[in-house]
């Protein structure tokens, strides 16, 4: 039995240095010697797993800085680039305490040029524009040549609440720039042009004939461009931006309403 178990220990032993060297453990029961072998599985070459880009749709995505909710102020210039109307457009001095402007920039997409650096803006997003008149004046369509507004004597009515509004789907096309690629350094600053098209447009009037409360809401075109298009720009920190718009076309058709251009100046309070 000894002859049998060396003789079998001697031809594995062998046969083990012609392959990878083995574990083996020798276990002594009383005469006996018990030759245990572990062979270990053949070597493997270790995979080494290409890294994965950056998805630029990941963290790299707020290096673009339009998607948010936006809070701004808004302004009429005549076409001199000056706050003060003309006899034909003083019905529009506006109360800018009512005269605001939130923008839900619900879609944006970033056109990379040079890494995230520089990149080309686009998406689209929805503005209310809102512009509270200070006169007690209503806006009536006389023709479809102009608008007019017609002046309430105060004897009748006195608005508490007086404001045109008007809705538009917005589509930007902008130049971006960042000073870092990462979002909590950088500085950033785009600029180019916002196109429009205007949904819709209302006044709302409120006022108090005695202990009555009345409001009136109209739903009109009031002779609006119904296609617009505003010079903007944006510039901030991280997550903090800044932003101002210019109309490049006026808010009235041309001959159709005095040739006043909005502008419109804020914050972007939520960004996406």
Request: aromatic share 10%; charged share 20%; no cysteine.
């Amino acid at each position: 039995m000894k002859t049998l178990l060396l003789t079998a220990s001697i031809l594995v032993s062998l046969f083990a240095q012609s392959q990878t060297e083995p574990d083996t453990t020798n276990i002594m029961l009383g005469d006996m010697n018990i030759l245990v072998i572990d062979k270990s599985p053949a070597d493997t070459t270790n995979i080494v797993e290409p890294e994965e880009d950056e998805d630029d749709s990941g963290s790299k995505a707020t290096l673009t800085h339009w998607g948010g909710i936006d809070l701004g102020v808004n302004l009429l210039l005549n076409k001199n680039g000056g706050t003060t109307m003309d006899s034909a457009a003083q019905w529009l001095n506006l109360d800018y305490g009512r005269s605001l402007s939130w923008r839900i920039n619900l879609i944006e997409e970033k056109i990379r040029i040079y890494k995230d650096y520089v990149g080309i803006i686009v998406g689209a997003g929805l503005t209310y524009n809102s512009y509270g008149l200070k006169n007690n004046v209503r806006l009536e369509t006389i023709d479809s040549s102009a608008i007019y507004a017609i002046t309430v004597p105060d004897t009748l009515i006195d608005y508490s609440k007086n404001k045109l509004r008007a809705s538009y789907i917005n589509v930007p096309l902008m130049l971006e720039f960042n000073t870092s690629d990462d979002n909590d350094k950088s500085f950033h600053i785009a600029a180019g042009v916002i196109g429009g098209w205007k949904m819709g447009s209302i006044t709302k009037q409120k006022w108090e004939d005695g202990d009555d409360k009345n409001e009136l809401r109209r739903k009109a075109d009031y002779n609006l461009t119904p296609f617009t298009l505003d010079a903007t720009a944006r510039i901030g920190y991280r997550n903090f931006t800044v932003f101002a718009t210019y109309g490049l076309t006026s808010l009235f058709e041309k001959n159709k309403g005095p040739e006043v251009y909005p502008m419109t100046v804020g914050l972007q309070i939520i960004p996406f």
